[in-house]
């Protein structure tokens, strides 16, 4: 009981001596004043936060929001919406819709480099009026200081650029959907441009250069938009990160806009360029092989590439009806359920910027409609595979583990609870646990027992590893081999 009450006392302690850190932080730490960009790092999301007096701070995306701040711990401030923004909702049925609303933001005020940031969600039961669920969605974001933008300084007369989130796709008999693209800008002399929109149209454009500012005006399906861009940072010369206003001058309605503006150079892809591994910021990545099968993380779906007649790289995901999505069809009832379309604009060492489209159905084997169109960037490597665990090769994925005779299904899942926050889950016929990746190893713990896997030698078809227990060595475990069931096989195929 003593025990009990001296932590009691040391609980309140340690809380009481947080509130006093962050309020004696506060009290010397100068408040934020004017125009700041919280902007995604590894997606294309900016907010636009006015800071004013008395706490009081002004949130615009697609919407302007009034809202308040305060700090928290470690230089975090967080705001706090005066109203809900829905993002997006979901009709599950005609009495139930829950529409997900954005309430909040909280953020590092580190202006110098990356930091995580926390998006704060509720769940809108629409028609019960009321709030079902909060969650959070947390990503890498940079806060940069309006007077922080740099100076155009870019030649832009006849030249080529793709501008990413440029416009919106929409499709007539799916009301519900809407996605960003990027377009094709060229700039003419004399303040005249012409724009290559999504859907094949084209529009005129004037564009004129003021300071820190690159203001388009544009005419398209009878609306007059105004697009004013500004530069975050330059990339080599090659083109620029961008924060963008958009603004419908007849609706009056404005959103701001991020991502890459990147020169479109005289280059196109080639097998060369193509067959290795390439993988994007966010540690996803695709190996695409000498005889035209791509495998996304080693360990998950396998499909077929090629490059067609535009030197576009295109993949293709196979679907069957019993199977899901599958290499080779065992009859003939596949279809293809999505396209996939990667385009070379620029390149700078092994580094790409691509293009890239799909087209996906709405519905089983329905007809195949563009999903948005944007830039990414890519690191080439002409090897291909893995030396060491990563979480990036875990989504939904099956792998079997063979030793000796024996066969062992695993199943690793990475889902988001609750709260949002992603959960490393393990089934195996043994029972169900929870896994990890610590310093390129895999641990598992299952029944309360940790197993320990260390890559020994990757194939395509599979990873050898040494399976070993807390306190061992990779030298005294057994030799298994996890085998994918993504049907890719060996490479070379008489391996």
């Given amino acids: 009981m003593k025990i009990k009450k001296i932590n009691l006392l040391l609980m309140l302690n340690i ?54 701040w305060l700090w928290q711990a470690q230089q975090q401030i967080m705001v706090n919406f005066s109203q809900p923004q829905t993002r997006y909702q979901f009709p599950m049925s005609e009495n139930e819709t829950y529409v997900h609303q954005l309430i909040g933001l909280s953020f590092s005020t580190n202006t110098q480099e990356p930091s995580e940031y926390t998006q704060h969600m509720q769940v809108w039961h ?9 969650y959070t969605l947390s990503d890498q974001g940079l806060l940069v200081k309006q007077r922080q933008l740099k100076k155009w300084q870019t ?19 799916v009301d519900w959907f809407k996605a960003s693209s990027s377009a094709s800008v060229t700039f003419h002399e004399d303040g005249k441009g012409t ?12 564009w004129k250069l003021t300071g820190k500012k690159l203001v388009l005006h544009y005419y398209r399906n009878e609306q007059n938009v105004k697009l004013v861009i500004r530069i975050v940072e330059n990339i080599d010369d090659i083109g620029l990160r961008f924060v963008a206003k958009q603004v419908n001058k007849k609706s009056k309605q404005a959103k701001w806009l991020s991502g890459f503006m990147i020169e479109k150079q005289d280059v196109a892809l080639t097998d060369e360029q193509i067959i ?10 695709h190996d695409y092989y000498p005889d ?57 060492g092994n580094t790409l910027y691509i293009a890239y489209h799909f ?54 899942q990475r889902l988001p609870d609750e709260s949002g926050n992603l959960v490393n889950k393990v089934i195996t016929p043994e029972g169900t646990g929870t896994f990890s990746v610590i310093e390129g190893k895999l641990h598992t713990v299952i ?24 306190g061992e060595h990779c030298s005294l475990g057994k030799q298994a081999i996890f085998k994918f069931d993504h049907e890719a096989g060996p490479y070379p195929a008489n391996q």
């Fill in 15 to 68: 809380f009481l001596l947080t509130i006093v850190c962050t309020k004696l932080y506060a009290s010397n730490t100068p408040s934020p004043q004017g125009n700041y960009f919280l902007i995604g790092t590894d997606v294309d999301q900016v907010y636009k936060l006015s800071f004013k007096p008395n706490n009081q701070v002004i949130v615009a995306d697609d919407f302007k929001v009034p809202a308040q």
């Fill in 126 to 134: 629409k028609e019960a009026q009321m709030v079902v669920q909060t």
């Fill in 155 to 173: 030649q832009l007369v006849n030249t080529t650029w793709e501008i990413a989130n440029f416009d919106e796709v929409t499709h007539a008999e």
């Fill in 276 to 285: 290795g591994q390439w993988r994007k910021p966010n540690g996803r990545f």
């Fill in 359 to 412: 087209n996906s159905e709405f519905y089983p084997q329905g007809p195949l409609k563009l999903q948005g169109k944007w830039i990414i960037k890519v690191e080439y490597d002409e090897a291909f595979g893995i030396n060491d665990f990563s979480r990036n090769i875990f989504a939904s994925t099956a792998m079997n583990l063979e030793y000796q005779d024996q066969i062992h299904p695993y199943l690793f």
């Fill in 292 to 348: 035209q099968i791509a495998v996304a993380s080693v360990a998950n779906t396998a499909s077929k590439w090629k490059l067609n007649h535009l030197n576009q790289l295109v993949r293709e995901k196979l679907e069957h009806p019993e199977q899901g999505v599958v290499l080779n069809c065992p009859d003939n009832r596949c279809y293809v359920s999505c396209e996939f379309f990667y385009e070379l604009l620029a390149k700078k």
């Fill in 447 to 470: 029944n309360q027992q940790e197993s320990i896997f260390e890559i020994t030698e990757f194939a395509r078809d599979g990873l050898s590893v040494c399976q070993y227990q807390s």
């Fill in 195 to 206: 724009v290559n929109h999504w859907d094949n149209t084209q529009s005129d454009l004037t």
